[in-house]
Structures are given as structure tokens and as C-alpha cells.
């Protein structure tokens, strides 16, 4: 990892915490820290992102706006070992190239508690919701 990781959550309700730790860190290598090793992130045109390398590139394409995520969780919910989350986020600001972005949509993610205990994501899906 390039830096110190913020702390995984333990239980549900901190994985949206967790998870706005990680990416408001804007540092790839702390942000897959929070995946699950077989996770995927599904892209803006609804194809999955699998593995390290495609993972670390989609992260690269939000993070060099240079700007923070909000997040707000509209549902979290929980069977065993697996959450469902739907949240709403946004990214909006002026990049570090002075272009104004405004991005909203809500996430359809899944996440999973490892043998450890702690909870990573398993399905990044960011547009979830979005029909593509």
C-alpha cells in the first residue's frame, strides 16, 4: 500500500465510514485495501473491472480529479456474511485542471466479511442504478 490504511469496518454500519476513508484518501494503493481479493469494480458503461491492474486504472480515472467524495447510505442490508448497500454519492468541485465536474448517481455495491473480520468490497458498482 503507498500509505497508511484507514481502519476496515467490523461491522455493517461502518463500512460506508470506512469506505469514504479509503477514497478521500485519492491514493489507488490505500483504496484497494478495501477491496476483497476477488473483488471487481463495474465501470461507468457497466463492464466489470476485474483484478488489480483494471481495478487500479478506473480508480486512477476518479482520483486525479483531486477531488473528495460525499456519500450518503440509503440502504445497508445484511445476510451473514454479505451487505447490500445502495448509496448516493457525488464528486463535485473544480478538478486540479480547473474543470468544473458535478457528478451524482447512486452505487449498488456488495459487500463481504472476510475470515478476519473485517469488511471489503466485493462488487463496486459506483452507477448502479444508472440504466446503460
Given at each position: 500500500?503507498?500509505r ?13 465510514e470506512?469506505?469514504?476513508a479509503?477514497?478521500n ?8 485495501g478495501f ?7 463495474i ?7 476485474v483484478?488489480?491492474k ?5 480508480l ?13 447510505a ?8 454479505i ?19 458535478e ?8 459487500a ?18 444508472q440504466?446503460?
Amino acid at each position: 500500500m503507498s500509505r497508511s490504511c484507514p481502519p476496515l469496518a467490523t461491522n455493517p454500519d461502518g463500512i460506508v465510514e470506512s469506505l469514504l476513508a479509503h477514497i478521500n484518501t485519492l491514493d489507488v494503493g490505500v483504496m484497494l485495501g478495501f477491496y476483497d481479493k476477488e473483488g471487481v469494480l463495474i465501470n461507468a458503461e457497466g463492464q466489470p473491472q476485474v483484478g488489480v491492474k483494471a481495478i487500479s486504472e478506473e480508480l486512477t480515472k476518479y482520483f486525479s480529479l483531486g477531488l473528495p467524495m460525499t456519500i450518503s447510505a440509503r440502504h445497508i442490508f445484511v445476510a451473514g456474511n454479505i451487505a447490500s448497500l445502495v448509496l448516493d454519492w457525488s464528486i463535485i468541485g473544480t478538478t486540479v485542471d480547473g474543470e468544473y465536474v458535478e457528478m451524482i448517481a447512486t452505487a449498488n455495491d456488495i459487500a463481504r466479511r472476510g475470515s478476519d473480520g473485517y469488511w471489503r468490497y466485493l462488487i463496486d458498482n459506483p452507477f448502479g442504478t444508472q440504466i446503460r
